[in-house]
């Protein structure tokens, strides 16, 4: 089956950058919409960023002017740079794909980012 796969999560100093990317296994069809959500430790998963078709873009106030999403739908890949990272950045992150239509929903199995000094 097909499976969504995130990859550049690592440990930074607070100040430093980060990029994520996402790509599946295998084609999933045209996709409606794309997004990085993130689960810190005893807290709910939330949205970071997500990028519809046609490439609007949307950010949580708190990352907001420090990370830039981009992707191309088509080719069912996004990445999220991540630049002056923050203690409270500190999470799993998860690629999530909406495909049109269907409006199945796919998730990555998550990236740990952590910044600390």
């Known amino acids: 089956q097909v499976q969504l796969v995130e990859s550049g999560g690592g440990s930074v100093q607070p100040g430093g950058s980060l990029r994520l990317s996402c790509a599946t296994s295998?084609?999933?069809?045209?996709?409606?919409?794309m997004a990085w959500h993130r689960q810190a430790p005893g807290k709910p998963r939330e949205l970071v960023a997500g990028?519809?078709?046609?490439?609007?873009?949307t950010y949580s106030d708190a990352v907001k002017g420090r990370f830039t999403i981009s992707g191309d739908n088509a080719k069912n890949t996004v990445s999220l740079q991540m630049n002056n990272l923050k203690p409270e950045d500190t999470a799993v992150y998860y690629c999530?794909?909406?495909?049109?239509?269907?409006?199945?929903?796919?998730w990555g199995q998550g990236t740990q980012v952590t910044v600390s000094s």
């Open positions: 999530n794909m909406i495909v049109t239509m269907s409006y199945t929903t796919y």
């Open positions: 295998g084609s999933i069809g045209a996709v409606y919409a």
């Open positions: 990028i519809a078709r046609g490439g609007t873009t």
